[in-house]
Nanobody, 126 residues
Framework: DVQLQASGGGLVQAGGSLRLSCAAS????????IAWFRQAPGKEREGVSC????????YYADSVKGRFTISSDNAKNTVYLQMNSLKPEDTAVYYC???????????????????WGQGTQVTVSS
């Protein structure tokens, strides 16, 4: 079974940084794409970033470009989301997701994934 464990959320002041981790197990990590989604209260879940372990393709939502960086450590089966210059509007529950489709990380954002992990809360105070 695909298992995804997200961690690293917390409370931070505006302008601060956090690093989220998504530890994966139960599947061949190199054959999957991993994405981060977020959902703020009263809003739809949105794709924030995505990385394909198959070809290295990455995606960032316009709202996080230049501030967030996604990376993959294949030796640890873990994907990271480094979040810098955080804003109050980044406050949300962040979820990681996995999918084996080679076209999963599209130019318009990650598709609805095959597997979800649990969320981690990120709260940015002003």
């Amino acid at each position: 079974d695909v298992q995804l464990q997200a961690s690293g959320g917390g409370l931070v002041q505006a302008g601060g940084s956090l690093r989220l981790s998504c530890a994966a197990s139960g599947f061949t990590f190199d054959d999957y794409a991993i994405a981060w989604f977020r959902q703020a209260p009263g809003k739809e879940r949105e794709g924030v970033s995505c990385i394909s372990n198959m070809d290295g393709i990455t995606y960032y939502a316009d709202s996080v470009k230049g501030r967030f960086t996604i990376s993959s450590d294949n030796a640890k089966n873990t994907v990271y989301l480094q979040m810098n210059s955080l804003k109050p509007e980044d406050t949300a529950v962040y979820y990681c997701a996995a999918d084996p489709r080679h076209y999963y990380c599209t130019d318009y954002g990650p598709l609805r994934p095959g597997s979800w992990g649990q969320g981690t809360q990120v709260t940015v105070s002003s």
